[in-house]
Structure formats: C-alpha cells, structure tokens
Antibody
C-alpha cells in the first residue's frame, strides 16, 4: 500500500540543524511532489514547502526561506527536509505528505492524500 | 498570502447531531485546491474532501463539502463517536499552501 515512513524523533540544541527523512513506497516516487508541514504542540498545521522528486525543484514558504532545504534520493525513494539555525520555536511534529493530482472533467485537482506519521523535533538547550 | 479563517473555534455537539463547519478565505480561492482534513490526537491529518466537494476514497457519505469563492463549508450529517476531532481547511494560492486554524468538534 502507499505509505510514507519518516525517521525517528530528534533532540537538538539551539543553533543546530536537523534533517528528517521520508521514505515512499507503494507508488512511483518521482510522480508526485512531497510537501512538508509542521505542527507545534496544541497548535495548527503550518506548511513549510514542496519538492518535486523528479526534477528536484523546490518551493519554500517565505517564513522558512534561507533556513530550510528539501532534497531527495530517487534511488531509495526518499525525501529529506533539513532545517537549520534551530530555535525553541521550531519544536514541533514534522510531517511529509504526498501531493496527489487528478483530472476530472478537464479540471486539475490537487490535495495531500498520504501523510507520514510525523517526526518529533525537540529544540532544547 | 491567502488567510483561511475557520469558525467556530469549537463546536460542542452530541452524537447523531449535524455539524456545520465554516472556512472563509481572505480572497477568492480556486475550488480545485480547497481540501478538508480531519486530525485526531497523536495522528497525522487525514484527507476528507478535495476539490471543495469531492469525498476522498473511503470517506463515509455523512461527510460533505460545499462552497466556492471565499466561503466553504464542511458538513457532517450525523455525528458518529469517531468524528469528534479537529478539522482543517486548506487551500493553495499565490505559490503557497495555507491552512485554517482548525475547528474542534467535541462531545457535548
């Protein structure tokens, strides 16, 4: 079945970097963008950016420009999200999600249909 | 950036009742990019509705979505015990995805 399996929890000190992985299975990895979304404890969902696994092209939310890098290794169907200069406010659960697209009656539809279980990143001194 | 405002923040209802959740956008949104998700504690979001009104695979027909432009609605016709959760709307516009702040549906 289609699934995204994320790496385990991380504890980092302020100023450090973290790299979270997201391994895809059950579908052709290069066919759909991977998006990253985070959620601080008790808070809502915050979109961070997208990556096209085929081209490697990326697009980042303005808030994270300059601090986030999204990459991939197509040989192992894995996407990565690296966040640098960590601060306490970056403590959150980080999710990867597949951006699916279909065509219905000549219209394109886009939605995040499969999500990883999340990776908890704790930033603490 | 397009801002999505969900209301109410919390909805207190009993099983069997109808739930109506609102999502209002700060500017017009393409229905092709409007989705609704359900999230339970400790779980990842789950896709319910895409294209503003199409149910995702496996989603019961008690869930329905409607709306266009700046006003969208998620309706749960008869609440089941497993429907008590937080619901988020999401849209894509101006090269960014944004989420509403969520509506919590709790047991009254």
């Amino acid at each position: 079945q289609v699934q995204l399996v994320q790496s385990g929890a991380e504890v980092k000190k302020p100023g450090a970097s973290v790299k979270v992985s997201c391994k895809a299975s059950g579908y052709t990895f290069t066919s759909y963008d991977i998006n990253w979304v985070r959620q601080a404890t008790g808070q809502g969902l915050e979109w961070m950016g997208w990556m096209n696994p085929n081209s490697g092209n990326t697009g980042y939310a303005q808030k994270f420009q300059g601090r986030v890098t999204m990459t991939r290794n197509t040989s192992i169907s894995t996407a990565y999200m690296e966040l640098s200069s960590l601060r306490s406010e970056d403590t959150a659960v980080y999710y990867c999600a597949r951006l699916y697209h279909i065509v219905l009656s000549y219209y394109y539809y886009y939605y995040m249909d499969v999500w990883g279980k999340g990776t908890t990143v704790t930033v603490s001194s | 950036e397009i801002v999505l405002t969900q209301s109410p923040g919390t909805l207190s209802l009993s099983p069997g009742e109808r739930a109506t959740l609102s999502c209002r956008a700060s500017q017009s949104v393409s229905s092709s990019y409007l989705a609704w998700y359900q999230q339970k504690p400790g779980q990842a979001p789950r896709l319910l509705i895409y294209g503003a009104s199409s149910r995702a695979t496996g989603i019961p027909d008690r869930f329905s979505g409607s709306g266009s432009g700046t006003d969208f609605t998620l309706t749960i016709s008869r609440l089941e015990p497993e429907d008590f959760a937080v619901y988020y709307c999401q849209q894509y516009g101006s090269s960014a995805w944004t989420f509403g702040q969520g509506t919590k549906v709790e047991i009254k």
